[in-house]
């Protein structure tokens, strides 16, 4: 009887032991998930048929993805600023799961209508323009970019009309720089045209305002290209721009971080998903000519430090 229960109390401290041995090795575990966020997939989505020019805001997108636990997918067009098509991507993302979406909006309020229609509470976070919905954009003050740019050409123009690239008419955003820029014109009394494309040939006007970086490299390789003597005023802030501005080819840009936009974009998708996302604030920008190139401010917007 006595050894009987002799057993018995052994049995109930092995029992014991091996309940804290499983305990040790599995609430650790339990508190490493608790404290540890869930890889969150996160889709991006350009408005261009490839996303060469932007590199760097990529950079800044990985950044904050890799700090924050995100796996990011970027998606481009198969036709160029096709909203329709951005659009339906839009919806089948959201549809296969995505945790949140960045888009650089083709046609803002198609996407704002496709937004309005889905159920699911996947944030969306814009760049350049802003979307109805989306929670947060990540972008300059278009409209002040616009007039501070047309301001750098009235400090140069001595006559004659100047071009203006309507190179992305649906994109909000880059609508708003060229509008406060050919405001700020007419209130200068210059005259001016714009123009989807410019004109095959020689350009007569020697004046040329591009109000999205595309459109700026653009303009700036056909003036090299054809030896044209148009003075070019743009916008951004990439590898080619910069070496155009500094050859001259270009007389200004409205410069800003790539970079910081497309961190703070995937930072404010991330918490929107996993708290409460605060404001975005417009980004920083600079009014930036060839000869400032390498004042120390402008330096951080034009060769950033990616790694």
Avoid at 24 to 47: K, M, N, Y
Avoid at 98 to 114: K, N, Q, S
Avoid at 115 to 127: D, H, I, R, T, Y
Avoid at 142 to 159: F, I, K, S
Wanted: charged share 20%.
């Amino acid at each position: 009887m006595k050894t009987r229960k002799n057993d018995l109390v052994e049995y109930v401290i092995l029992g014991t032991l091996g309940t804290l041995v499983v305990l040790t090795l599995v609430i650790p575990q339990l508190l490493r998930d608790r404290g540890e966020p869930q890889l969150l997939f996160l889709s991006v989505l350009f408005r261009d048929t490839d996303n060469t020019n932007w590199t760097v805001t990529r950079q800044g997108m990985e950044q904050a993805a890799d700090e924050l636990g995100a796996e990011l997918r970027f998606l481009t067009l198969t036709v160029q600023g096709d909203g329709r098509e951005q659009a339906e991507l839009l919806r089948r993302e959201v549809e296969g799961g995505a945790g949140a979406l960045v888009v650089v909006p083709a046609d803002p309020e198609a996407l704002g209508e496709t937004l309005a229609q889905q159920q699911s509470g996947c944030p969306v976070v814009a760049l350049e323009s802003p979307v109805a919905g989306a929670v947060g954009t990540a972008a300059p003050d278009n409209a002040l970019l616009g007039r501070q740019l047309a301001q750098a050409l009235l400090e140069d123009w001595d006559g004659g009309p100047v071009l203006l690239l309507d190179s992305a008419s649906a994109s909000s955003g880059v609508t708003a720089r060229l509008e406060a820029a050919q405001e700020t014109l007419d209130g200068a009394g210059v005259p001016n045209i714009r123009v989807s494309a410019l004109p095959e040939g020689w350009v007569s006007e020697r004046w040329v305002m591009a109000f999205e970086p595309s459109a700026t490299r653009q303009a700036a390789d056909k003036k090299e290209a054809e030896g044209q003597s148009y003075a070019l005023y743009g916008t951004g802030s990439s590898t080619a721009i910069t070496a155009q501005l500094e050859r001259g080819t270009i007389q200004a840009v409205a410069a800003w971080s790539d970079y910081a936009a497309g961190y703070l974009a995937v930072r404010q998708a991330v918490q929107a998903v996993r708290e409460r996302p605060g404001e975005l604030e417009p980004l920083a920008f600079s009014i930036v000519r060839g000869e400032d190139i390498y004042e120390p401010e402008n330096q951080k917007l034009l060769f950033p430090v990616t790694s």
